[in-house]
């Protein structure tokens, strides 16, 4: 089966920035339009913790109907260290620090990270 995939980082020239913010311009569609977007942030020693912590949080929202405020309370009763070690390496990942990756997240039919 024939398949279309777009590699930003390749498809756009990122050395021209004037290509560049028109191939911005068309992202939202190309990520409307697409099947699946994957997201790769690239490798991380924290990656399974996110990935339990994400899915202890949808459970204890979706599956428990905990409110933000009631599973604030929970996690500052525990020892936060290890979880704030993984937070704070997923978010500083470079990833987040581009302007596009709004249109990824939000336009992406389903979005795999």
């Known amino acids: 089966m024939d398949r279309l995939i777009w590699i930003d980082q390749i498809c756009i020239n990122q050395k021209d920035n004037a290509g560049k913010a028109t191939q911005v311009k068309l992202m939202g569609q190309i990520y409307q339009e697409a099947n699946l977007v994957v997201a790769y942030l690239g490798?991380?020693?924290n990656a399974r913790r996110m990935q339990t912590l994400?899915?202890?949080l949808y459970f204890r929202m979706e599956g428990l109907g905990m409110t933000a405020e009631s599973m604030y309370r929970h996690y500052l009763r525990e020892s936060p260290t290890s979880?704030?070690?993984a937070v704070a390496?997923?978010?500083?990942?470079?990833w987040f620090q581009r302007v596009w990756i709004i249109q990824e997240a939000v336009?992406?039919?389903?979005?795999?990270?």
Do not use: I, K, T
């Open 54 to 56: 994400f899915a202890e």
């Open 107 to 113: 336009f992406a039919n389903r979005l795999r990270m």
């Open 83 to 85: 979880r704030l070690e």
């Open 89 to 94: 390496e997923f978010f500083g990942n470079a």
């Open 43 to 45: 490798e991380s020693v």
